[in-house]
């Protein structure tokens, strides 16, 4: 096992854009690390550099210990699980398996000891005779990783190992990783430009735009302290919602009317005279349906819903809004860069399943407002972040994998 430390890495290609741009990132021993972002922002490439498989412009690259920026990909160590899973038709799961190991001439003894303690594993005992072409998807990806656990590689790399399979399937999946991964306990990069996997699989989520970091935090801390518009719009399924909002003595005027903020974060927002107020579905609802209790932590306000969703366990209203033309647009440029189709100008508002709030009328609504997150338009700063706050998430998270690993014990491959 090992530690990925990245320090001040660059890539430039031919033509000189930087693809990567003065990465720093420590990936701790035994971390479940994710990189996410959008299509183009750099994930492939900075993951073609760990493994080896691209140069390294500038920057120093270091792997337990070691700079290996002028190391060959086989002298680095590390397993790239692919998309494609790399596996060959002719041969059986078993020597699928094997075949690192048949490479280095290892004897048939200790390779069915290995072959055998994998299989156990991802629980493939049953299937080391058959041809990958008679396995489900998922099983193919288990002797993928398999062919990486007999090597005893110090990381497993993935790139986008989901993103061909259908949407049970890739939730099948997706737990299976995060399983494996736990018990193995292996240092593992993980590239996807999809949210939902990067919240559910990593300890950490590096989130990645042209090419730069913008944070790297746990999926709490992503969700509850993003650091910019970027960061709060790309986490978070439906998005974050952004209202644009000026400042009048002390409280914040938006289309949904007055927010009054505490006086800590109001006081961060003096000298902003257009401010955008970030605020997620889930911190609507019915006003009909809230506490009286709850209610003071909050405002209501009466709208005009355009379009209900109800989807069982949860129901959506879509509330329109109008918003200055230079935020319209900036919004519409926003959500156009984190490949959704979303209209920013209208609020997804998320409210109890059983409330009877119906399209095309008016009706009352509730807003929490303790989490809301105000931010800059000019430089899409999160300007009510709490540091420490976010700073204590991660921690816990941390705290909490140290725990798991220690449960599971140390691998048993070696
Ligand atoms: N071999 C290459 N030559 C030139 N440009 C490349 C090459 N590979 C990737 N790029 C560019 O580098 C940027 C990052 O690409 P990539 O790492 O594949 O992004 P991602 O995996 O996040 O979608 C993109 O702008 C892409 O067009
Ligand atoms: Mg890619």
């Not at 060959?72 to 998309?83: G, K």
């Not at 041969?91 to 000891?113: G, M």
């Not at 594993?121 to 008679?134: D, S, V």
């Not at 156009?336 to 609504?365: K, M, W, Y």
Request: proline share 5%; glycine share 8%; charged share 30%.
């Amino acid at each position: 096992m090992a530690s990925i430390e990245m320090s001040h890495i660059v890539k430039q290609y031919g033509d000189g854009y930087p693809a990567v741009n003065d990465v720093s990132l420590d990936i701790a021993d035994g971390e479940f690390m994710i990189l996410v972002g959008p299509s183009g922002c750099g994930k492939s490439t900075l993951l073609r550099m760990i493994v080896g498989l691209e140069d390294i412009t500038s920057g120093d690259m270091v792997i337990k210990g070691d700079r290996v920026n002028d190391r060959a990909p086989r002298d680095r160590n590390l397993s790239m699980v692919f998309q494609n899973y790399a596996l060959y038709p002719h041969l059986t799961v078993y020597e699928n398996i094997a075949f690192p190991l048949r490479l280095a001439k290892v004897s048939d003894d200790e390779v069915r000891r290995r072959v055998e303690e994998a299989a156990d594993i991802l629980e493939l005992r049953e299937h080391l005779e058959r041809k990958p072409a008679n396995l489900s998807g998922g099983q193919r990806q288990r002797v993928a990783m398999g062919r990486a656990i007999v090597r005893a590689a110090d990381a497993f790399l993935f790139d986008e190992p989901l993103s061909n399979l259908d949407a049970k399937l890739r939730g099948q999946m997706r737990t299976e990783i995060a399983r494996l991964q736990r018990r193995l306990g292996i240092t593992t990069v993980y590239v996807t430009h999809d949210q939902t996997e990067a919240m559910t699989l990593g300890d950490r989520v590096c989130v990645l735009r042209k090419g730069v970091i913008q944070q790297v935090a746990s999926p709490r801390e992503l969700y509850e302290q993003p650091v910019n518009l970027f960061v709060a719009g790309f986490i978070g399924s439906p998005p974050m919602n952004f209202l644009p909002a000026t400042l009048k003595d002390g409280a914040l005027s938006t289309p949904f009317g007055d927010v009054v903020l505490d006086e800590e974060r109001a006081g961060k927002l003096a000298g902003h005279d257009l401010l955008l107020v970030g605020i997620r579905p889930e911190y609507f609802e019915d006003a009909s349906l809230v506490d009286e209790a709850k209610k003071p932590h909050g405002t209501t306000f009466i709208a005009r819903v355009d379009v209900t969703e109800w989807l069982g366990d949860a129901q959506y209203a879509y509330i329109p809004y109008e918003a200055p033309t230079e935020i319209a647009e900036q919004l519409k440029e926003l959500s156009r860069e984190l490949d959704s189709d979303q209209l920013r100008t209208q609020a997804i508002v998320s409210i109890d399943s059983t409330s009877r709030i119906r399209e095309g009328r008016e009706a009352e609504f509730w807003l929490d407002t303790r989490k809301i997150h105000v931010f800059d338009p000019k430089t899409g700063d999160n300007l009510t972040r709490d540091v420490e706050a976010g700073r204590r998430l991660t921690e816990m998270a941390e705290e909490d994998r140290v725990e798991q690993v220690g449960r599971a014990g140390s691998p048993t491959s070696g």
